[in-house]
């Protein structure tokens, strides 16, 4: 079956990189998606990369994948304490027609 | 258009109840997803429209659940015979199907507290 792992937390400095990493198991995963979810709130969509990619970079934030270990990574830069958060890796397999497959999140916690 | 809604926002109510909740998607977008989060997990997913018609369930969504989505825009989801179980947040997303990718864009939810 589908699964989905991600570490549950995640403690950086304010300034420094912050790296999240998220691995599946679905080799036939389309798109990969980032989500950030703050306390009491619903999800918000970041980024997300579709497999026959490698890389993606949108501001302060690079998606990295690795199909081969079916490994994907969320790279924030310059990390504010706005940043922190629940950050969530899903997957799909193609088509949107049997929902997100997600994983149980990531704690970003900032230290000043 | 702000994005997705839903409404209420908090739900407070007796086992044995039934509840509904309401789910107004993003005005151009013709997918409509249901998921639930219990605390410390991520969204599961419930069930999926395309326009009105409902294309997958999934095995979570017991007998107590159902959806409908009557002219392809709002969703409703309602709960029979509430359980302490039910007890979670309840989340609505849509998105658009087209070649450039299927984005789901999530409301802020509905939270469900079963006593």
């Known amino acids: 079956g589908e699964d989905v792992e991600q570490s549950l937390f995640l403690s950086v400095r304010e300034g420094d990189s912050s790296v999240i990493n998220c691995t599946y198991t679905?080799?036939?995963?389309?798109?990969l998606y980032w989500y950030k979810q703050e306390p009491g709130a619903g999800l918000q969509l970041l980024t997300y990369?579709?497999?026959?990619?490698d890389m993606k970079q949108d501001q302060r934030l690079t998606v990295l994948l690795n199909k081969k270990d079916k490994h994907l990574s969320l790279r924030i830069a310059d990390t504010q304490t706005g940043d922190s958060a629940i950050y969530f890796c899903?997957?799909?397999?193609?088509?949107?027609?049997?929902?997100?497959?997600f994983g149980k999140g990531t704690h970003l916690i900032i230290q000043p | 258009d702000t994005g997705v809604s839903q409404d209420p926002r908090h739900k407070i109510t007796k086992r044995g109840q039934n509840v509904t909740f309401r789910c107004d998607p993003i005005?151009?977008?013709?997918?409509l997803y249901w998921y639930r989060q219990t605390l410390g997990q991520g969204p599961e997913f419930l069930t999926y429209?395309?326009?009105?018609?409902?294309?997958?369930k999934s095995r979570l969504l017991s007998d107590r659940f159902s959806a409908e989505r009557p002219k392809g825009s709002f969703s409703t989801l309602e709960i029979q015979r509430t359980e302490q179980g039910d007890s979670a947040m309840y989340l609505c997303?849509?998105?658009?199907?087209?070649?450039?990718?299927?984005?789901?864009?999530f409301g802020p939810g509905t939270r469900l507290t079963v006593t």
């Open positions: 005005s151009e977008h013709n997918r």
């Open positions: 679905d080799s036939s995963s389309t798109y």
């Open positions: 429209f395309q326009n009105e018609a409902q294309l997958e």
């Open positions: 899903a997957e799909e397999e193609g088509g949107g027609a049997d929902g997100l497959t």
């Open positions: 997303a849509s998105s658009l199907s087209s070649g450039t990718g299927y984005e789901q864009y």
């Open positions: 990369i579709f497999s026959n990619m």
